[in-house]
């Protein structure tokens, strides 16, 4: 999913593919049926301010960006509503039919990479001990200066040191555990690839295809290569929340095992790994009775 902010713009910026996020929130439209407590919640964050910087100036927050205590409150919900915070790969593995999972269980995934995460959201998902996934822009945090030269403006991105910190094993109760996995959010095609494509005469989708292959290929070689893990960058988080399904074949040819998707459902037993389907959380401007409301409208935990 793509941020308000997208690359080189400043927070606050509307986002018009997030008119049926907002009516999500909102809890438009019946309520889904189907697992209840079987199903997982994977909800998008995306940027963070501090709780000074939000009170001295409010406009920083918008849908995509919120405080620390928003996080802290919506964390809190969860644990409240008895969930049961998981991994990308516990996922995975659930939805292969590896392995069953806790019920009410959900993912926190995080996109973009901003610097926000490693100063604010890291200290909350440590403190609780909630992993999360993030989608790295990679070229932003490989090579900051050309990303910077070509993005003016743009809101800071991790480093690869704040990354290896935040990939330190950390106490969970009487075990240490990673909290974090690194993934893909692609290395330097942070636009709408569905769209794109989509507008594409057949002769040249091959051609662009191609390149959206070498890309991911890179992203995924980049973080492993950064991080030292091979199970970094196993998942793909699509920049603006969508593929078609020549892209998402795309995907798995670039070695990911799965794909984040935007849609607003709950995932339940039996999806499709390759398009995942997430629930918009990170927003500053709605109430923590409107992420209830989108938590029961996606049937989960009931």
């Given at each position: 999913m793509t941020s308000s902010f997208a690359p080189g713009r400043s927070p606050g910026r509307f986002v018009p593919g997030l008119v049926g996020v907002a009516l999500l929130w909102a809890g438009v439209g019946p309520a889904r049926a189907g697992a209840g407590r079987d199903a997982v919640a994977v909800l998008i964050y995306h940027h963070f301010v501090s709780d000074q910087d939000a009170a001295r100036k409010p406009g920083l927050l918008d849908d995509l960006t919120m405080s620390r205590s928003q996080f802290e409150a919506q964390l809190e919900l969860l644990k409240q509503?008895?969930?049961?915070?998981?991994?990308?790969?516990?996922?995975?593995?659930?939805?292969?039919?590896?392995?069953?999972?806790?019920?009410?269980?959900?993912?926190?995934?995080?996109?973009?990479?901003?610097?926000?995460?490693?100063?604010i959201a890291w200290p909350v998902?440590?403190?609780?001990?909630?992993?999360?996934?993030?989608?790295?822009?990679?070229?932003?945090?490989?090579?900051?200066?050309?990303?910077?030269?070509s993005h003016p403006g743009s809101t800071p991105h991790l480093t690869w040191g704040q990354i290896a910190e935040m990939l330190q094993p950390v106490k969970v109760g009487p075990t240490e555990?990673?909290?974090?996995?690194?993934?893909?959010?692609?290395?330097?095609?942070?636009?709408?690839?569905?769209?794109?494509?989509?507008?594409?005469?057949?002769d040249r989708r091959t051609e662009f295809e191609r390149g959206v292959l070498d890309d991911l290929k890179l992203a995924r070689e980049t973080i492993q290569k950064r991080t030292g893990l091979r199970?970094?960058?196993?998942?793909?988080?699509?920049?603006?929340?969508?593929?078609?399904?020549?892209?998402?074949?795309?995907?798995?040819?670039?070695?990911?095992?799965?794909?984040?998707?935007?849609?607003?459902?709950?995932?339940?037993?039996?999806?499709?790994?390759?398009?995942?389907?997430?629930?918009?959380?990170?927003s500053g401007v709605r109430s923590i009775k409107d992420l209830e409301r989108a938590l029961d409208n996606a049937g989960w935990g009931r």
């Open positions: 509503r008895s969930g049961h915070p998981i991994t990308a790969m516990e996922l995975y593995g659930y939805l292969k039919g590896q392995a069953p999972l806790p019920p009410r269980s959900f993912l926190v995934t995080i996109d973009d990479g901003y610097e926000s995460i490693h100063r998902l440590k403190e609780r001990g909630v992993p999360a996934a993030i989608g790295l822009m990679v070229k932003a945090t490989e090579d900051p200066e050309r990303w910077r030269a555990r990673t909290l974090i996995s690194i993934e893909s959010h692609t290395y330097d095609r942070h636009e709408n690839l569905r769209g794109r494509e989509r507008k594409l005469p057949p199970e970094s960058g196993a998942f793909l988080i699509w920049p603006h929340g969508g593929a078609t399904k020549r892209l998402l074949e795309v995907a798995r040819q670039a070695g990911h095992l799965g794909t984040f998707t935007i849609l607003g459902d709950a995932v339940r037993p039996g999806s499709d790994p390759m398009a995942i389907s997430r629930i918009h959380a990170g």
